[in-house]
Antibody
Framework: QVQLAQSGAEVKKPGASVKVSCKAS????????IHWVRQAPGQGLEWMGW????????GYAQKFQGRVTMTRNTSINTAYMELSSLRSEDSAVYYC???????????????WGQGTMVTVSS | DIQMTQSPSSLSASIGDRVTITCRAS??????LNWYQQKPGRAPKPLIY???TLQSGVPSRFSGSGSGTDFTLTITSLQPEDFATYYC?????????FGQGTKLDIK
């Protein structure tokens, strides 16, 4: 069964960093890009960035440039998202998602992790 | 960045109703438009990609249409499990922007 399993909830103080993991099973993480999306309480979905786990290439939303880093460890089929200089507005559920392309070149996020709640509070 | 605007933001309907949600892109995106369903406390579930192609396992009462800048998601004969929030997303370019969501609840 193809799935993405994320690490557990985190509570961090303002100014700290958080690193969320996303472990792929049922497929090889290097075969598809991984995107990260977050959702603040009661709010909509916000795209944060993407990573190609094969080559390690990344692209980040301008809003997070300089604060977010997406990496991977192919030996354990896992992707990571690290967000630094946390502030209260970063309290949200963070999701990883697989970007799947069909034979026509159309793509969508077909597999999502279960989400990781990050709470930033002093 | 491409802005995605959904309407309405919320919608009340009854079991068995037909509902339509619209999504407009700020520039042409061809048919690179996806729809997701999200229930409280759950990750989004993919429904439709390429504007009109149902994801595997999605009931046929869901359908999508449109191209360019204007798209619709239609649900015929609403079922209890369909009450959720729906998001559109463009997959034309990075950043992969989402609409603000449409909350569908029971009248």
């Amino acid at each position: 069964q193809v799935q993405l399993a994320q690490s557990g909830a985190e509570v961090k103080k303002p100014g700290a960093s958080v690193k969320v993991s996303c472990k792929a099973s049922g497929y090889t993480v290097t075969s598809s890009d991984i995107h990260w999306v977050r959702q603040a309480p009661g709010q909509g979905l916000e795209w944060m960035g993407w990573m190609n786990p094969n080559g390690g290439h990344t692209g980040y939303a301008q809003k997070f440039q300089g604060r977010v880093t997406m990496t991977r460890n192919t030996s354990i089929n896992t992707a990571y998202m690290e967000l630094s200089s946390l502030r209260s507005e970063d309290s949200a559920v963070y999701y990883c998602a697989r970007d799947y392309y069909d034979s026509r070149g159309h793509n969508s996020f077909d597999i999502w992790g279960q989400g990781t709640m990050v709470t930033v509070s002093s | 960045d491409i802005q995605m605007t959904q309407s309405p933001s919320s919608l009340s309907a009854s079991i068995g109703d037909r509902v339509t949600i619209t999504c407009r892109a700020s520039q042409s995106i061809g048919n690179y438009l996806n729809w997701y369903q999200q229930k409280p406390g759950r990750a989004p579930k993919p429904l439709i990609y390429a504007a009109s192609t149902l994801q595997s396992g999605v009931p046929s009462r869901f359908s999508g249409s449109g191209s360019g800048t204007d798209f619709t998601l239609t649900i015929t004969s609403l079922q209890p499990e369909d009450f959720a929030t729906y998001y559109c997303q463009q997959s034309y370019i990075i950043p992969r922007t989402f609409g603000q969501g449409t909350k569908l609840d029971i009248k």
